[in-house]
């Protein structure tokens, strides 16, 4: 069973560009879940998505946004880049049993450097 | 602020001894708890989930839950050099999706 799959792995933009980064659950699931981690704040959560809809959001600017497609892939974008946006960026994905989620499951991550 | 925290380390120990990592959280709310191991510049693999006070055992790994403590702990018996890594506790509400909140990890160090 292939697991999580985050493209691409790696980035590099300017500030100022938007970014899209790009996440496919585990087959059958259809939670998809954004994470940033930093060095200085650790792994924060961004948004989580079900079903195509956002479920839950963190505590993070409008800059970052995300959507979730019918087959279940999620994307997320963030725009007007600020150094400090340089992260690795996670995606996990779960499904639903007996109306509760799951454990999550992280993709290999997207490292993104803004200069 | 909902919080999870884990002291930083490194917590270093020989190959072959018991490591104890420890995590306290600050919502009482929380009912779902995780251990992800990350090596250095990998994502969190999940390695343990516990959801009910007690005790859970999986091979080497155990995951101790004191909901009234508020306190969450993994043992990893006969620790091998490959554990080295840092391990994150996490924790999650009820009706809350799959929104976890992540301690700042703490780094293991298995000497041989």
């Known amino acids: 069973k292939a697991g999580v799959t985050q493209t691409p792995r790696y980035l590099i933009k300017t500030r100022g560009q938007q970014v899209t980064l790009s996440c496919s659950p585990i087959?059958?699931?259809?939670?998809v879940s954004w994470y940033q981690q930093t060095p200085g704040q650790g792994l924060q959560f961004l948004f989580e998505?079900?079903?195509?809809?956002?479920?839950n959001k963190g505590n993070f600017p409008g800059r970052f946004s995300g959507r979730q497609f019918s087959n279940s892939r999620s994307e997320m974008n963030v725009s007007t880049l600020e150094l400090g946006d340089s992260a690795l960026y996670l995606c996990?994905?779960?499904?639903?049993?007996?109306?509760?989620?799951?454990?999550?499951?992280f993709g290999q991550g997207t490292r993104l450097t803004v200069v | 602020q909902k919080e999870v925290e884990q002291n930083s380390g490194p917590l270093s120990v020989p190959e072959g001894a018991i490591a104890s990592l420890n995590c306290t959280y600050s919502?009482?709310?929380?009912?779902?708890f995780f251990w992800y191991r990350q090596y250095s510049g990998k994502s969190p693999e999940l390695i343990m989930f516990?959801?009910?006070?007690g005790d859970k055992e999986d091979g080497r790994f155990t995951a101790q839950l004191n909901k009234a403590s508020q306190y969450v702990s993994l043992l990893i018996r006969d620790s091998q050099p490959s554990d080295s890594a840092t391990y994150l506790c996490?924790?999650?509400?009820?009706?809350?999706?799959?929104?976890?909140?992540f301690g700042g990890g703490t780094r293991l160090m298995v000497k041989p």
């Open positions: 996990a994905s779960s499904t639903w049993t007996d109306g509760v989620s799951t454990e999550a499951f």
């Open positions: 087959s059958g699931h259809r939670s």
């Open positions: 998505y079900f079903s195509e809809t956002q479920r």
């Open positions: 919502d009482r709310g929380s009912q779902s």
């Open positions: 516990i959801y009910s006070n």
């Open positions: 996490a924790v999650r509400q009820d009706n809350a999706g799959n929104m976890l909140t």
